[in-house]
């Protein structure tokens, strides 16, 4: 170690004291402007001296060792990000434009009756935990890079997202079952992220478009529109349904009704003559002849009432016959 310093000040001592004065004004430049940076109010940034977290630093000017004895890594902590998946925005303004050529290797997927679909979605997630978020997540088995935590974050995406589509059937994630599966989505890849440790928590998983793939479409739509006429033709059977039987059941229902009635009807008429029997019978054993004669007279009064005009005559009396309209009571 001393030869080395002994041979720095020879060489020091050999250097012209102009050339020094510049050496020195280079060497006092470089620490400055490596000596601090900025960090925007929405981003933290993880401070690394030799390469080891020393610490996590807010908003404003901050300073740091120079020379690159200290490194800072920004993250946006309070702005909500976002990946695509089986598209990407190429621009957003004035109007959106998407590409999506190319990502059937992450968008295609199979469904669990053995169909495939192509599915576009976005995931919005938050950064919580700066340093898990640039360092928790390493492959050991190659270098470290800077956005090691998206690609794992993207992966695990795509696992979630495959496991979920193969629960279901395509017209499950085609139609009504759409919401069911971000829900699902969403609370695995939290799960995964935790077990990962990865600092991020997902604010949202957002479906897009679903379409079957671009050779069997046809066909598809043709399936889809035989399902549809299905639907259709069943609704008008069950309308039909709705119309008829409960008509019938109406019907049905006044005719056993109305029968019911006229059988309770006859049953308390019997009764009823059953009871006035008896009691013209209790009365006819008491008093047998005039009883008789009660019974006579009461059925004469029903029979003659049918009978028309009545002419009762007395055998003893005479000349009465010259003074009826024979002719007219013939009539």
Not at 211 to 233: G, I, L, S, Y
Request: charged content about 25%; glycine content about 6%; hydrophobic content about 40%.
């Amino acid at each position: 170690m001393s030869e080395v310093s002994q041979v720095a000040k020879e060489l020091l001592r050999r250097v012209p004291a102009g050339i020094g004065g510049v050496v020195v004004a280079i060497i006092v430049a470089v620490a400055a402007m490596t000596s601090w940076f900025t960090v925007d109010p929405e981003e933290k940034a993880v401070v690394l001296r030799f390469g080891e977290i020393n610490r996590t630093v807010g908003q404003g000017m901050q300073f740091k060792m120079p020379f690159g004895i200290e490194r800072e890594y920004k993250v946006p902590v309070l702005r909500q990000l976002k990946e695509e998946f089986g598209f990407r925005t190429t621009a957003g303004d004035p109007q959106s434009q998407f590409n999506f050529t190319s990502y059937d290797a992450e968008s295609l997927m199979l469904t669990g009756d053995l169909n495939v679909a192509d599915v576009e979605w976005v995931t919005q997630f938050t950064i919580t935990d700066p340093e898990k978020y640039l360092f928790s997540y390493r492959v050991h088995d190659r270098p470290y890079r800077y956005n090691e935590a998206i690609m794992a974050f993207r992966d695990m995406n795509e696992a979630v997202m495959r496991q979920v589509i193969g629960d279901h059937t395509i017209i499950e994630v085609l139609t009504a079952g759409r919401s069911r599966i971000q829900s699902e989505v969403l609370v695995k890849l939290q799960n995964m992220c935790e077990e990962y440790d990865l600092g991020v928590r997902v604010d949202q998983v957002i479906l897009q478009d679903i379409n079957p793939p671009e050779r069997v479409k046809p066909a598809f739509n043709e399936v889809n529109q035989a399902e549809q006429e299905r639907d259709t033709t069943i609704e008008n059977a069950r309308a039909q349904y709705n119309k008829v039987i409960p008509r019938a059941d109406g019907e049905a229902a006044k005719s056993i009704a109305t029968s019911e009635g006229y059988s309770q009807r006859r049953v308390n008429e019997a009764k009823g003559d059953a009871l006035a029997f008896d009691a013209i019978f209790k009365a006819y054993s008491e008093v047998p002849e005039v009883t008789r004669k009660r019974i006579y007279l009461e059925t004469m009064e029903q029979v003659l009432q049918n009978a028309g005009r009545k002419i009762i005559l007395d055998d003893e009396v005479s000349g009465v016959l010259p003074l009826l309209n024979l002719n007219q009571e013939g009539k």
